[in-house]
């Protein structure tokens, strides 16, 4: 049966099959070297690979795999170890990214010439806290026990403020308002946990943290077809960290902290997909093993210089942008969430669906 597929689709498959069994035939690179040498900065499957090279149907890579590509086949010391290695971009020499140059520019180009020309305006336009229809959006978030608060937070106090005992504070503030900018006619709320009515769960759902102090996080997901999981784990003692399981093994994502116990790094996770109890709707879920992780996951999506990159690479990397999960790394530097950019290698930890 002859292929369907557009030519530029083509040529870029055939080119990446060609570099793989071509470039250094005496290698026998197979593909499933190649995926594990690509898995060190994000987890992709041989399947993955064979998608690329397929010459019936084959799939686009998403930018960052090119460049991967590039780094890999700039150099033979890639294969120069068994099993085979991407080696850094600081780790080539003059000669090696002078190859690795042209090779990214080859194989963009080739991304490039796949997109309708009409692709990167629809993409440019994407925006997930924009709403199409009437709403509501209820953000849900947890209550800091009393043992973590204040005297401000009791309302017997003639100082009394609310917000003192809402958990992830500075991420509740940074999405409430841009919801609100991104949806001026529509009814916005912000609700703890227990303060929860089931008409609250029937509109578009935003999940505020994790899981210990809101149990409305544990229950809905639960109910979704998210293959994540947050549980406690001795190696964390203030904080759930996330866990998921391919292949009968399970994976483990944990924070980074210094020798003086400082968070250098918290795991952070983005997902949406349709609210379970009301299909019309959606359900969000911004998270983390600290705060920071809450934070950085929301800022993926608000942060005027990365929102637009980022929401660029959910369109291209995933066929239903309604449907889908990233855990990422979210930096920590002077006490400071940094905001993750999808776009550079290795700051994505996992995502669902895989490419």
């Known amino acids: 049966m002859p292929s369907l597929a557009q030519p530029s689709v ?44 397929n010459l019936s149907s084959p799939k686009v890579p998403p930018r960052s795999r090119l460049t991967a590509y590039a780094r890999f086949f700039a150099t033979h010391r890639s294969v120069d170890t068994d099993p085979p290695r991407l080696l850094a971009l600081d780790k080539l020499t003059d000669d090696e990214r002078d190859v690795y140059e042209g090779l990214e520019s080859e194989l963009v180009a080739l991304r490039d010439a796949t997109r309708r020309p009409s692709a990167k305006d629809e993409v440019a336009t994407t925006r997930s806290w924009h709403f199409s229809d009437s709403g509501p959006v209820t953000l849900i978030c947890a209550q800091l026990p009393k043992t973590e608060t204040g005297s401000l937070a009791n309302p017997a106090d003639p100082n009394y403020t609310e917000l003192l005992s809402y958990a992830d504070l500075d991420a509740l503030v940074e999405l409430h308002g841009h919801i609100r900018a991104e949806n001026p006619a529509m009814n916005v709320f912000f609700k703890l946990s227990s303060q929860v009515v089931p008409d609250d769960l029937s509109g578009h759902l935003i999940l505020l943290g994790g899981i210990g102090w809101n149990d409305i996080t544990l229950r809905l997901s639960a109910m979704t077809s998210l ?76 942060d005027a210089r990365l929102r637009d990159s980022n929401e660029r690479y959910i369109a291209e990397n995933f066929a239903d942008p309604g449907n889908f999960a990233i855990l990422m790394r979210v930096s920590v530097i002077a006490g400071q969430a940094i905001t993750p950019d999808f776009q550079v290698p290795g700051s994505l930890l996992y995502r669902w669906p895989a490419a």
Do not use: M
Not at 263 to 271: I, N, P, S, T
Not at 284 to 298: E, F, K, T
């Open 10 to 53: 083509l040529r870029l498959a055939q080119r990446l099959r060609d570099l793989r069994e071509l470039n250094w035939p005496d290698a026998g690179l197979t593909q499933a070297a190649l995926a594990k040498a690509f898995s060190v900065e994000e987890r992709v499957s041989s399947a993955t690979v064979s998608s690329w090279e």
């Open 227 to 302: 293959p994540i999981r947050q549980i406690d784990d001795p190696a964390v003692k203030d904080g759930e960290i996330f866990v998921v399981e391919t292949g009968g093994e399970e994976e483990r994502f944990l924070p980074k902290r210094a020798d003086d116990g400082t968070l250098l790094e918290d795991v952070g996770l983005f997902a949406r997909t349709p609210n379970p109890l009301n299909y019309n709707r959606t359900l969000s879920i911004c998270n983390g093993v600290h705060s920071r992780g809450v934070l950085g996951a929301i800022r993926t999506l608000t």
